[in-house]
């Protein structure tokens, strides 16, 4: 049985049958999910691991540490705040695999904004058509993040 195309203007459910094998809709109750949100844990990270090595980007030529993560988090937190943004706006960013994704992903978490990543591939095109579906409200190209 094929599943339903996904639709962007609206919502496809799929078939009862299939419905309630979901694991969203069943499944087993335990372990019981997390309530602390994310910047609490990169907080209590920081706080249990410090100046230990949080992610290494060697092809940067960058590491950082728990400790960095957690400032910087917060640094980027209140910037996104100070540029207009609030709880519930999106943030992209446009971006390969570098170390920036996840300072930026981790400040936006903070105050409750939805992070969209965008392919460093799309043609002008393409971003714009995925900008536009996305609701987004910042998009930080990575050139010189620092």
């Not at 990169?42 to 950082?64: C, E, L, M, Y």
């Not at 170390?99 to 409750?112: C, D, K, P, S, V």
Request: one cysteine or more; charged letters at 15%; aromatic letters at 10%.
């Amino acid at each position: 049985m094929a599943l339903p195309q996904p639709s962007y203007h609206g919502t496809t459910r799929l078939p009862q049958s299939r419905e309630t094998s979901l694991s969203l809709v069943s499944g087993p109750q335990t372990p019981e999910l997390w309530t602390m949100k994310l910047g609490d844990l990169i907080d209590q990270q920081a706080k249990q691991n410090g100046d230990r090595t949080a992610a290494s980007f060697p092809w940067q030529d960058h590491s950082f540490s728990y400790r960095h993560l957690a400032d910087m988090s917060k640094l980027l937190a209140k910037a996104i705040l100070e540029a207009g943004l609030k709880h519930g706006d999106c943030v992209g960013i446009m971006a390969g695999n570098c170390y920036q994704y996840i300072e930026l992903f981790l400040g936006a978490a903070r105050i409750g904004c939805p992070f969209v990543v965008f392919n460093n591939t799309y043609t002008p095109k393409e971003l714009c058509a995925a900008v536009s579906i996305s609701g987004l409200w910042i998009l930080k190209p990575i050139l010189d993040f620092h």
